[in-house]
């Protein structure tokens, strides 16, 4: 059982647009900067969206982030194939210690 | 380039020991945190350690207290994982990834992965 909850699955056409919700608590995302990760088949995480709503150089803008209370968003807009992946949720939680970091269960994105 | 490059990973009894490597280049390496999280097979991320800039502090997941040491060796820009007395859930595939400031916080995310480096426990 994760931290932080995300949905399972979420699925879409491509050019369409979806959203992946990540639910905490307030010793995790309702007090600390939410990370987002995409996960490719067989390769190692990558940094999406950073501080809740930032993007690391090289990610297009149609990845976003948000963060309202104890919840946070990822939204992609003009889904392509390419962006079929894991999509992990992160931040540290405070209540159990400086430094410890938590993720969601992960999400895995189907593009139709 | 920055990059991160794990070693150190195999096949190991329960009850064994393994010690991960992780090579960092092309950045002021004392500068900057570095975590270990581990994915086992078909399942989520879990981080499991971490370590500050000047390797004064450390952190652990409850899953590795006890079990498992974080160190880091600024003279060779090398990050380390000491696991002992490994078990059948410590299989998985273990990351380094760097954090953005001199010590662990959720601020800038991780930035920086290795490729990863697999570690079985299994007789």
Known sequence: QSVLTQPPSVSAAPGQKVTISCSGSSSNIGNNYVSWFQQLPGTAPKLLIYDNDERPSGIPDRFSGSKSGTSATLGITGLQTGDEADYYCGTCDNSLGAGHWVFGGGTKLTVL | ?123
């Open chain 2, 1 to 123: 380039e920055v990059q991160l490059l794990e070693s150190g990973g195999g096949l190991v009894q329960p009850g064994g020991s393994l010690r991960l490597s992780c090579a960092a280049s092309e950045f002021t390496f004392n500068n900057y945190a570095m975590n270990w999280v581990r994915q086992a097979p078909g399942k989520g991320l879990e981080w499991v350690s971490a370590i500050s800039g000047s390797g004064g502090s450390t952190y652990y997941a409850d899953s590795a207290k006890g079990r498992f040491t974080i160190s880091r060796d600024n003279s060779k820009n090398t990050l380390y994982l000491q696991m002992n007395s490994l078990r059948a859930e410590d299989t998985a595939v273990y990351y380094c990834a760097r954090g953005e400031f001199v010590v662990p916080a959720a601020m800038g995310g991780m930035v920086v992965w290795g490729q990863g480096t697999t570690v079985t426990v299994s007789s």
